[in-house]
């Protein structure tokens, strides 16, 4: 099973931009699925975007559809989340995870999650 940890995270200002990235170690990185999540504090975890194997197909929450993309480097074993024009309630820890398929990534059943990175969005 590969591994992942995120990193990219900080304190940016509103209408700013940050790319988060996800690293992945073990296993075969091109035949999963990636997903972006986010908890804010007092809220439950929720999905925000998710790539396949291939890069081809992605899939964006619509809070963030027209300000987040997501890509992947299978020659580097790392998928991006790229933020722009955040907003204060983009605020969060910001999760990666895999599995096979994009729809499996947005039921959000995951036993493991790494420890995430911190965005913080001020106004």
């Known amino acids: 099973q590969v591994q992942v940890a995120e990193s990219g995270g900080g304190l940016v200002q509103a209408g700013g931009s940050l790319r988060l990235s996800c690293a992945a170690s073990?296993?075969?990185?091109?035949?999963?699925?990636i997903g972006w999540f986010r908890q804010a504090p007092g809220k439950e975890r929720e999905f925000v975007a998710a790539?396949?194997?291939?890069?081809?197909?992605?899939t964006i929450a619509d809070a963030v559809k027209s300000r987040f993309t997501i890509s992947r480097d299978n020659a580097k074993n790392t998928v991006y989340l790229h933020m722009n024009n955040l907003k204060p309630e983009d605020t969060a820890v910001y999760y990666c995870?895999?599995?096979?398929?994009?729809?499996?990534?947005?039921?959000?059943?995951?036993?493991?999650w790494g420890q995430g990175t911190q965005v913080t969005v001020s106004s």
């Open positions: 995870n895999c599995d096979s398929a994009i729809v499996l990534l947005m039921s959000i059943k995951f036993d493991y």
């Open positions: 073990g296993g075969t990185f091109s035949t999963y699925a």
């Open positions: 790539i396949d194997q291939s890069g081809d197909t992605t």
